[in-house]
């Protein structure tokens, strides 16, 4: 366990120390944030030592719906997260707290109601998470209560962990995951068998499913119970194509645990001991996109603008949203003319997921041939994806972009090639794009090309773009001549 602060001289110590009338304090408060979960979960491990008492809380604090969060997905998922959470709890002798307000004057009322003398949560990477984390220390030291904060449950391995010589952070993946894999991966941990939680520390209704507007209609279901039935499905039945399989357009052989992964209903330390000890090439493919998931927390942990900022500037003068305005609508609406990019985008807003080569592809035709500043692209993303993940969208978003960490800023994907590629017969298209259903490959992908009666038969527009300007409109703004 990495956990930050001096644990043991925390133990048994008490505000009844200068009060003899007060009992010495055995509670512990586990905050749950982007953790939810009972496997693998190191704070309320350490909080359980020594069968101490916990209070398993969860704020909904509205300043993290004010930064973007509350969007209608994520709330669902976070709904069905946290009431398989508090089953759990219940199935073990608990129950979950759920407070509402601010997350710092929570913990510290609910620490106060229970008699606690420590808090135990997992460690994040935002600027958000971390000046948070720091108002919740000074706040809770105040009170004579001590934060442990521990570093390896959202993560395998830990920002910072590794780092080359002469920086703070790797900006260039390959190096970052050779390092990343020879580092010791601490073991799993069991759920825990029982959870005693103090009487008298009232709780909120648990946020419901029900009442959430403008839900996806395909939006897959949360929960730990969920994602470790989908993990062990998926090792079994396909961890073995991925290698093969991973940029298949239509046949969606990746894990789809990215919201599990956001949400902490999973462990990426167990994920990647699952996977290695399946072992093969599927393995080694899925274990190294875990690396990616970690490579990007550790650029943000460093550079925390980089959630709104370009991490290397190419002095882009980006078209805005309003003077590009029908382009993106065309973009977000999936008409763009271009069936694969329309395909992908119409699978966001019907799943609230879309595959990794989608979200390549969509992005590069935002940022590159659209030429539109890549964060109305990444807005739209985080509006809808159940997995919107600050590290993972924008820093995913800016290596498109080219202002982030790909070390060929100026690739531009061609999605006709592209589609040919990773979608070769079409199927991918056909199923996002009814009003191409009759076609076939190729032509699925190039419905310009069709002459006559045949294009009057397929109610689906033009490009809004022709390949060739686009590029020649990126090329002058980046200056490639
Ligand atoms: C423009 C753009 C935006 C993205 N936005 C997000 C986002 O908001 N949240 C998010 O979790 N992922 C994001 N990704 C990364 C990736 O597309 C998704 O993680 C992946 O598609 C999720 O599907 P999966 O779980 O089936 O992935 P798998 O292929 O099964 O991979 C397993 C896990 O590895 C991690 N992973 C995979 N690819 C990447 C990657 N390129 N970068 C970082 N981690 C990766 C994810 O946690 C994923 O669940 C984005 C990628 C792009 C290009």
Redesign the pocket.
């Known amino acids: 366990m990495a956990a930050v602060g001096d644990k043991s001289s925390a133990r048994g110590a008490s505000k009844a120390g200068s009060d003899p009338e007060m009992v010495t304090m055995n509670v512990s408060v586990v905050l749950f944030t982007s953790d939810l979960r009972l496997h693998d979960h190191p704070p309320l491990r350490a909080a359980l030592e020594d069968g101490r008492e916990i209070v398993p809380l969860f704020v909904r604090d509205p300043a993290v719906d004010g930064a973007g969060f509350a969007v209608p997905n994520r709330l669902a998922f976070l709904a069905d997260c946290l009431s398989d959470l508090d089953a759990g709890l219940r199935e073990r002798g608990g129950r979950l707290v759920v407070r509402h307000g601010d997350l710092v004057g929570e913990v510290c009322r609910v620490a106060a109601e229970a008699g606690a003398d420590e808090v135990h949560m997992a460690t994040d990477v935002s600027g958000h998470a971390r000046r948070r984390e720091d108002r919740l220390r000074r706040a809770l030291e105040a009170d004579g209560v001590r934060l442990h904060v521990h570093d390896t449950v959202n993560v395998a391995v830990a920002p910072g962990a590794v780092a080359p010589a002469a920086s703070d952070h790797f900006a260039v993946f390959t190096p970052y995951f050779r390092h990343w894999s020879q580092q010791p991966l601490r073991e799993p941990l069991g759920a825990p068998r029982t959870v005693r939680v103090p009487d008298g520390v009232g709780s909120g209704s648990l946020p419901s499913r029900s009442g959430l507007a403008g839900l996806s209609e395909g939006l897959a279901a949360g929960g730990e119970t969920e994602g470790r039935t989908r993990l062990t499905a998926w090792l079994r039945d396909e961890l073995a194509s991925?290698e093969e399989g991973?940029d298949d357009l239509a046949g969606d052989v990746?894990?789809?645990?990215?919201p599990h992964?956001?949400f902490g209903t999973l462990s990426s330390v167990e994920l990647v001991h699952r996977a290695r000890r399946a072992g093969g090439a599927g393995a080694d493919a899925?274990v190294r996109?875990?690396a990616?998931?970690d490579?990007?927390r550790q650029v943000l942990a460093a550079r925390p603008d980089a959630a709104v900022s370009d991490y290397r500037t190419r002095n882009d003068r980006w078209r805005s949203e309003a003077e590009a305005r029908e382009d993106v609508e065309a973009w977000k609406e999936g008409r763009t003319g271009y069936p694969i990019v329309d395909a992908a985008m119409r699978q966001l807003r019907y799943e609230g997921?879309?595959?990794?080569r989608g979200?390549?592809l969509t992005?590069s035709f935002l940022a590159k041939t659209l030429y539109v500043d890549w964060r109305v692209?990444?807005r739209y993303?985080?509006d809808l994806?159940v997995?919107?993940?600050v590290a993972?969208?924008q820093l995913?978003?800016q290596?498109?972009a080219g202002t982030g960490t790909d070390s060929r800023p100026n690739r531009v994907l061609n999605p006709v090639t592209q589609a040919k590629r990773y979608d070769p017969d079409g199927a991918y298209v056909r199923r996002w794009v009814p009003e191409l259903r009759s076609l076939e490959a190729p032509v699925v992908h190039e419905p310009w090309k069709l002459r006559g009666l045949d294009r009057a038969a397929v109610d689906y527009p033009d490009p809004v773009v022709g390949l060739p300007d686009g590029l020649d409109r990126f090329k002058r703004a980046r200056g490639l001549g």
């Open positions: 991925y991973h990746t894990s789809r645990l990215s992964l956001h899925f996109q875990l990616w998931r490579f990007h997921w879309m595959h990794n979200r390549l992005a692209g990444s993303f985080l994806l997995d919107g993940d993972n969208n995913n978003w290596w498109m």
